[in-house]
Every structure is written in C-alpha cells, then in structure tokens.
C-alpha cells in the first residue's frame, strides 16, 4: 500500500527557518515525482514544486521559486519542504502527493504550518 | 499562469446527476490529455477520482467520470450521494514554466 506519512503541525514566528518532512513507502521511492501543494486557509490547492528523488531533479513553480526548497533523501524515502526565512503569509497546510509527472495519485496527510508572532 | 476557472458552487439532490466544468487554454487544458479531479472533504487531504482527463483510479466509483472539450474539461458525478458532498478541484499540465496548474474550486451540495 503506498503511503505517504508527513511530519507534525509546526507553529514558527517570522523570520523563523523550518523544514518539514514527507516519507514515502509501499512504492519504489526513486521511480515517482514527490510534490508538494499549498492550500492557505479556506483557500484553493497551489502546486509548489516537485523532485524526482532518483537524481534530484527539481522543478518548482514561478511563484515559489527562491522562496522555499524542495529536496530528498533516497536513503530515507523522504522528501523536504524547508523555508528560511518564514512569514505570516506561509500559514498554510502543505500536502506531499507522488506523482507520475503529470498526475498526483497518492497525497500525505497535511502538515500545517502557522507562522505568527 | 492563472488558475483554470470552475464554478464556485453545484449542487443537486440525491440520485441526481452533476457536472463540473474546468476552463482553461490551448496552453493547459485544450493541449493536453493530462486533467485530472481531486475530491476533498472537510478537513481532509484530496483525492484524486479522475486522471488522464477520463480515467478512474483503481477503487474510485465508477459514478465519476470526466470528459474534455476543447480548452473545458468536466467531472460528471451520477447517482449523487450524501458521502460526494465535499470540495472538487481540477489539475492540468500545462506549457508554461508553472508546469502544472490548478483550478479555482467547486463546491458541490447534496440538498
């Protein structure tokens, strides 16, 4: 059965650095995109970027470049979502979903992510 | 890159049937057999019940099915249920440089 179990709700202040984690398992970690997707309180689902844990290759949306960093640890089957520098307009809960390039099947459970002062 | 536009709201009564419009452009929707539909209840993460603009995932009832159009995609939902009450997005990969692209969200009620 594939799973992806996400690490726990995070509350940061501004200006605080955070990395969040997502472990694959049940499937061949190295062979699928893991992404990551952004819903903001009673809002909409934002794709953020995506990494294909079998060489690093990483993409990310225009809207998120610079701003956060997607990476993998094949040897742990797991994927990361790090901020350095956090906001309050990074509250947010954040979904890992794997994906065939084009699709995404399989979605974590959540992490939320409150950023306040 | 904007979101692919969907009605805010559909509704119906049990039994009754449903469908949810996804516009986009030549660039996402109309170019590509790559729309998919996430359902996602309350509090829960999405889950996706259509890909590849017409088929359903293994255990997905078989009352979704999706179709596209041109640069609209759309999810029909039959036999509407109580349990199909929940949040509906669509997804496409697109051209541009943002690479996928979702959609602005439907809520769809059992009355």
């Known amino acids: 059965e594939v799973q992806l179990v996400q690490s726990g709700a995070e509350v940061k202040k501004p200006g605080e650095s955070l990395k969040i984690s997502c472990k694959g398992s049940?499937?061949?970690?190295?062979?699928?995109?893991i992404g990551w997707v952004r819903q903001m309180p009673g809002k909409g689902l934002e794709w953020m970027g995506i990494?294909?844990?079998?060489?690093?290759?990483?993409k990310y949306s225009p809207s998120f470049q610079g701003q956060v960093t997607i990476s993998a640890d094949k040897s742990i089957t797991t994927a990361y979502l790090q901020w350095s520098s956090l906001k309050a307009s990074d509250t947010a809960m954040y979904y890992c979903?794997?994906?065939?390039?084009?699709?995404?099947?399989?979605w974590g459970q959540g992490t939320l992510v409150t950023v306040s002062s | 890159q904007s979101a692919l536009t969907q009605p805010a709201s559909v509704s119906g009564s049990p039994g009754q049937s449903i469908t949810i419009s996804c516009t986009g452009t030549?660039?996402?929707?109309?170019?590509?057999?790559?729309v998919s539909w996430y359902q996602q209840h309350p509090g829960k993460a999405p889950k996706l019940v259509i890909h590849?603009?017409?088929n359903r995932p293994s255990g997905v009832s078989n009352r979704f099915s999706g179709s596209k159009s041109g640069n609209t995609a759309s999810l029909t939902i039959s036999g509407l249920q109580a349990e199909d009450e929940a949040d509906y997005y669509c997804?496409?990969?697109?051209?541009?440089?943002?690479?996928?692209?979702f959609g602005t969200g439907t809520k769809v009620t059992v009355l």
């Open positions: 979903a794997t994906s065939n390039g084009y699709n995404f099947d399989y």
């Open positions: 049940g499937y061949r970690f190295t062979t699928y995109w």
């Open positions: 990494i294909y844990p079998g060489d690093s290759d990483t």
């Open positions: 030549s660039s996402d929707v109309g170019g590509y057999s790559y």
């Open positions: 590849d603009v017409s």
């Open positions: 997804s496409s990969y697109t051209s541009s440089s943002t690479r996928y692209v």
